[in-house]
């Protein structure tokens, strides 16, 4: 069972209007301080947090949902922008995504179990062999283009699989995937040029850790030369 929170500013629209024509700049100024709130409280708790479309965000929850009204409380004095509040449970990531409701609107019951929530983070980090190197040689168009390629063909397995892709800049895509289906997404998740660390962990920014430990044993030799899974 995976547990999502999600933050949702309100009235974006209408503030965005509010600041004028001369406003790009600081809505990307403003939503760069957002995210960067939201996702060292969310650490600071466990949590791991993903940019869903800059008015949203999500937050990996599962074993430490208990913690998500502490890390709203501590939004509510950094964000500049008043959120909503949504809360979601699943078999899969996308499932979960899908039941979001809002926080006030759920059943006690419903709140109160998120006490019982146990289950552990699965996270896949890709990152390329040579992304220098391709730089040096390719150019920025050709590894922009082939980013591009490549997250989406990242998102489009992760989303097979019930999961949740996330361009994490350079050239890493991490991804959230579901316990229960891991074995099914490692057996054709396979992108030459590249290496993925699985970390697999209760808390969600254990699970990174862990999959970042995985990479760094791959680069050194001392795991499979493509893929390497890290348990806690």
């Known amino acids: 069972m995976v547990c999502l929170g999600a933050i949702h500013l309100k009235n974006y629209e209408n503030w965005i209007k509010a600041l004028g024509y001369d406003r790009e700049w600081l809505v990307q100024a403003t939503q760069a301080e957002v995210y ?29 949902a208990v913690h998500f009204n502490r890390l709203v409380k501590a939004l509510e004095t950094k964000i500049p922008i008043e959120f909503n509040v949504y809360l979601g449970f699943g078999e ?34 890709l990152d390329l062999n040579s992304y220098n190197d391709m730089l040096a040689r390719k150019g920025l168009q050709y590894v922009n283009e082939f980013l591009t390629e490549l997250v989406y063909t990242m998102k489009k397995i992760c989303m097979a699989y019930g999961g949740i892709a996330h361009y994490a800049g350079g050239d890493n895509v991490i991804c959230f995937i579901p316990y229960h289906l891991l074995s099914n997404y490692l057996s054709s998740v396979t992108i030459d040029g590249a290496k993925i660390g699985i970390g697999i962990a209760k808390k969600p920014r254990d699970a990174l850790k862990l999959a970042a430990q995985a990479l760094d044993l791959i680069r050194t030799g001392k795991c499979d030369k493509k893929m390497c899974v890290l348990r806690e």
């Open 36 to 64: 960067k709130y939201i996702t060292i409280e969310s650490a600071a708790l466990g949590m791991f947090s993903i940019p869903l479309t800059y008015d949203v965000y999500l937050v990996i929850l599962n074993s430490v």
């Open 92 to 125: 899969t990531y996308l499932t979960a995504l899908s039941n979001l409701k809002p926080l006030g609107e759920l059943d006690t019951s419903v709140v109160n179990g998120v006490k019982e929530f146990n289950d552990v983070t699965v996270v896949s980090h």
